[in-house]
Every structure is written in C-alpha cells, then in structure tokens.
C-alpha cells in the first residue's frame, strides 16, 4: 500500500485494501463474507457492535489458522448506525489492527430516509487512526513496558488510512461517521475555529436527539456521528478537524491528550445536500433501573510491571473460562470501577447497552447516552450501564478497547444462558433437576457450580473435601425453579479434591472438583 509518499507500506490489508473495504448493508438483509486467511498468523474477524450468533462473533477462541477459511454469515438485526470490523486473534488484536486489519460495516436502515439527514456524497465516514512518524513509512509494532501500561499511541493521525488528509466539501450540511479505529489513542473531537455541531448518533445509531456541541471525546473502538453545517463559510475556506489538548496519565514520547490536526475541510463550491439537522429523531426506549435483575462489579486494576497488568475483578483473560453467565431477556446493572490511573474504553460484545450513570450523575454527556457498546471509563471513575442481552446465547467477550490492554489480558468471557425461569409452570424452567461439572475445573482458587432445579424448593449445596467433611454450605434455602450459577471461593483452602453436593427435593447429585494452586 502507498499510505505516505515515497515507498510503500506493507500493510495486513484485506482483499489488497487498507484500511478495508466498507460494508454498507441495509438493515434485516443478510451479510455472508467468506475470509481466507493468507497471513501467516491465525486471525478472525469480529463485527464490533453487531449482535451477531457466537460462531460468527470472531471470538479468538474460534481462530481461523494461516491458510484456512471460515463463512462469517449473519442477519443484520442492528439498528441503523456505524459499526466496523477488525481482528480479535488470542494476543494478537493489537498487532493486526495496528497493521490494518479493521474496516467500516455501516447498517443502512431505509426507515431513516424520512428523517430527511444527508445522504450519498454528502454521509462520509471517517476513521481515525494514529502510527508513529519515526517508523515512517511502516506500520512497525514494536510496543515497549510503557506501550502497554498506557496503550501503544503514535503522532501521526491517518484518516482512512490518509495522512494529512484533506476534504473538498461544499457549503452545506454533512453527515460525518466518526470511527475511533485506534488502538489506544482517545481523540477530544473539535473544529479549529471552535465551531458548534451536531452529535446524533452513537455506537448503536441515532440518538433521540441532536444535541449541539463544540467537542466530545472518543475513545477506541467508539462512533459518533456528527452534522457539520459549512454553509457559514466561503469558497477557499478552510476549517480543521482536531484533537484538542486534554491532561490524562502517562509519561514518555507518545502520550495521551496531545493536540493533533486530524482533518482539513476546503471549502469548494455550493452544492447543496438538501439534508437537515432534525428537529426529532426516532425515541429511544430507555431502561428503567428498577427493572435491574441483577448487578455485576468490575473494578479495574493496574499492577506495574511484567505480564497481565491490567485487569478486571482481579482476573486476566483466559481462552476457556467463562467468567460468569448472564440470562437472556434479563436486565443487568454492570458497575464498572475504574480503581487505577488508566483510560480504559471498555467494550461489550453482542448487545448495545446504555450507559446509566457517570459518576453518580445521570445526567450524561451526549456521547454517552444512547445506544452504545463501548465506554470511556477515566481514571479513578465509576460508570453504570444498564444492558439485556436478548437474541442469542453462547460465548461472548467484555474488555477494554485499548487493544495493548485488551491483548495483556484485560479481557473476561461472559456466557449468555437460557432465561431464568421464575416458576414451575414458566415454559422457561429446566426440565430436570440437574448439578452440572463445575468451570472451570480444575481451578485456582474460584470454580462455578451450576445447578438447575424444574420445582421450587428447599435446596442445599454444600462443600465437601476429598475425606468428606463438611467445607462450606453455598446455599441452604427455599428457591424458586431455575438455573443457578453460584461461585466457589477456595482461597483459604489447600489443593486437592472437593466435591459438591446438592440436594433438592429426593434429587441428590455430587461433583468432583479439583483446586490447583
Ligand atoms: Cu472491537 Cu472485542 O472488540
Ligand atoms: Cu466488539
Ligand atoms: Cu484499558
């Protein structure tokens, strides 16, 4: 690829193109892709911000190998919005988008040609990236101990893949799609001339308003749509889109928060794109807080030094644990702790959530509320969202967009399981009393034990060791029928053998578990 001038880039491109090409596909149609791997690593292609079925997901543990191929095909069941594509291989994310692997996937939805918002030439995506202008003219990716504490950032922005890029527009109203494609840089999004815009859609589409601003950041792996009106110019114009300077952690060459000149509009002629800024936009059903469920905790760390040193609940990613279960059609709050001096953009894979609150405040910045799948929790901050995963079970992933993060482990699998069922007679409850082999297993030093019960009841499940004395009682009550997940913690308690007993009506079963530490 020729990014800059003179000699070329080698790039990871796809189908011969960096960035790749742009899906454009109209929502409820079906995206089929076939991928032949010919780079000499395994690779998969995640659809970020798609709700698409587990298999098609592009999780790492469904790797396509050098040389092999995989049908990626799935209805678009996405709103209307700006989505994209990249790589998810095991360690390996970062690499392979720094080298280009990642493109725009944009849902179409004819239901918002009414809303009269610029269309065709006048609706431009735009990709944010930033490479390093010492390593000019390659994308070389050589991240040292302090790339991956702060994420590997470079100071030379590429939009599509263009440096120093510049834009021919007209007098007029535009769409812009704004795609964080970076691997750790945060922009603070603004105009050189501090003019006002319009933000009206987030990671998953519209917004039920447009809402007027001069800057927003975005982080990696998020998108925000923007109207620009350049009818207050005139022809030879010129106005900058830019990365305005904000003070965030970190130390050394490339830092976050530093100034950059992204894009420069050159205003040209007068053609009109007969789009609006509108009045409405389509409501948003928002959740209600008291219809949470259940409530999860992620506080997120930082420990210098060495390997795995972000993480999440204390846990780096591994490939075959599934860190907990979540039931489908069933709202939970996920209170997300930032308790390190780190920006973590942390990202959900399947459904859209909605952000609830930001440090205790609920009312939100406008690139907050909406629909999203990715969210910039700053230093020391605590975010609540509020999220229902409803179409498909399976294994899905939830981690920090930083991908020098993401790849150092900050990564937890999360299963999406039948419903629970809430009585005997609910079509949802388990058939049969069933206690299920502990995972993982063997396990240091916290198992899951799930178990199913069809009946309400009275149930125990008790811990056992290897001589069959009596560890720990997990639960001893009166529970309604359905499928439980609960945790074992054997943090105080040698290796060894355990076992797992429940007991539920005449339903007796045990488990036997092995804690290695
Ligand atoms: Cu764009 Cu799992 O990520
Ligand atoms: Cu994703
Ligand atoms: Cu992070």
Redesign the pocket.
């Known amino acids: 690829m020729n990014v800059w001038p003179g000699p070329n880039t080698e790039t990871l491109s796809i189908n011969g193109s960096y960035p790749g090409p742009s899906v454009v596909i109209a929502k409820g149609s079906t995206f089929t892709a076939n991928f032949v791997n010919n780079y000499t690593e395994p690779a998969t292609i ?1 659809w ?1 911000g798609l709700n698409v079925p587990e298999l098609m997901d592009g999780h790492p543990k469904d790797s396509i190998p050098p040389g092999g191929n995989y049908t990626y095909t799935f209805p678009v069941l996405n709103r209307g919005g700006t989505y994209f594509y ?1 790589s ?1 291989a095991d360690m390996l994310t970062a690499e392979h988008v720094y080298k280009g692997f990642a493109g725009f996937f944009i849902v179409d939805d004819p239901a918002e040609i009414g809303l009269g918002l610029p269309r065709g030439n006048f609706d431009i995506p735009l990709c944010i990236q930033d490479r390093r202008s010492v390593n000019i003219p390659q994308f070389t990716y050589n991240p040292l101990m302090n790339d991956i504490m702060n994420g590997f950032l470079g100071d030379a922005p590429l939009i599509n893949g263009t440096p120093d890029a510049y834009f021919d527009v007209s007098r007029t109203l535009y769409r812009f799609r704004l795609l964080n494609g970076s691997n750790a840089r945060i922009y603070k999004i603004a105009f050189s001339d501090n003019r006002a815009f319009h933000i009206i859609a987030t990671d998953g589409g519209l917004k039920d308003e447009a809402v007027q601003v001069t800057s927003f950041f975005l982080s990696p ?1 998020e998108r925000t749509d923007i109207l620009v009106d350049f009818s207050p110019y005139t022809i030879g114009n010129s106005v900058i889109l830019k990365s305005l300077p904000f003070t965030a952690p970190g130390a050394g060459t490339y830092v976050q928060g530093t100034e950059m000149n992204l894009l420069r509009f050159d205003i040209t002629d007068n053609t009109g794109s007969g789009g609006l800024i509108p009045a409405a936009l389509p409501p948003i059903n928002y959740y209600s807080i008291s219809d949470v469920k259940t409530t999860r905790t992620f506080t997120l760390t930082m420990i210098m030094g060495g390997m795995n040193m972000h993480r999440i609940n204390g846990l780096t990613f591994e490939m075959n644990r599934i860190d907990w279960e979540t039931p489908q059609n069933s709202l939970e709050e996920w209170r997300i702790i930032n308790a390190s001096n780190m920006l973590h953009p942390m ?1 959900s ?1 399947s459904e859209q959530f909605q952000v609830y609150s930001r440090n205790g405040s609920t009312i939100l910045p406008p690139e907050d509320k909406g629909w999203k799948d990715t969210v910039l929790i700053n230093p020391f901050e605590t975010v609540r969202l509020l999220v229902k995963f409803n179409n498909y079970k399976g294994i899905f ?1 939830f ?1 920090c ?1 930083n991908l020098e993060h ?1 790849d150092d482990g900050m990564m937890l699998n999360f299963k999406i399981v039948d419903p629970v069922g809430v009585n005997s007679q609910s079509e949802n409850a388990p058939e049969e009393f069933r206690l299920h082999q502990n995972y993982p297993n063997p396990f240091n030093p916290s198992t899951k034990i799930t178990f199913d019960i069809p009946k309400s009841g009275n149930v125990t499940l008790k811990i056992y060791n290897a001589s069959g004395n009596e560890i720990s009682t997990l639960v001893n009550e009166y529970k309604p029928a359905g499928y439980y997940v609960l945790e074992f913690n054997g943090r105080d308690l040698p290796s060894g053998v355990y076992y797992a007993k429940l007991k539920a009506e005449t339903f007796s079963e045990s488990i036997k578990m092995l804690m290695i530490k």
């Open positions: 995640h970020h990249h998810h792996g990202h894979h992933l981690h967009h993401e």
